[in-house]
């Protein structure tokens, strides 16, 4: 599967920002898909995921209650909702997707987009 992140871009805190990824192929409803992030300097970490049905989804602490992930599987396209945009939250944004069982969060992502630039501004 090819993977192509788009959406980002410089937002005010506070400010909302909705992320896509679009997968190539017929075969993105077997995919299990995250979300990732990297800043300056720091190590890349897991942001969100949502299982291959739509149904199940997981996320790290800090963007609970402000980021929603979700999918269409007809338009083979994930999504990220990003509300209550913080500096802290200023990034490179990663989708990924993975065909392996298990949590969410820990999965063996092996296919991966390119970036996409988040910036939040205080």
């Known amino acids: 599967v090819q993977l192509q992140a788009s959406g980002g871009g410089l937002v005010q805190a506070g400010g909302s920002l909705r992320l896509s990824c679009a997968a190539s192929?017929?075969?993105?409803?077997?995919?299990?898909m995250g979300w990732f992030r990297q800043a300056p300097g720091k190590e890349r970490e897991f942001v969100a995921a949502?299982?291959?049905?739509?149904?199940?989804?997981s996320y790290t602490d800090s963007v609970k209650g402000r980021f929603t992930i979700s999918r269409d599987n007809a338009k083979n396209t994930v999504y990220l909702q990003m509300n209550s945009l913080k500096p802290e939250d200023t990034a490179v944004y990663y989708c990924?997707?993975?065909?392996?069982?298990?949590?969410?969060?820990?999965?063996?992502?092996?296919?991966w987009g390119q970036g996409t630039q988040v910036t939040v501004s205080s």
């Open positions: 192929g017929r075969t993105f409803s077997t995919y299990n």
């Open positions: 949502v299982g291959w049905t739509g149904t199940s989804t």
């Open positions: 990924a997707a993975s065909q392996r069982p298990g949590a969410l969060n820990s999965l063996p992502y092996g296919y």
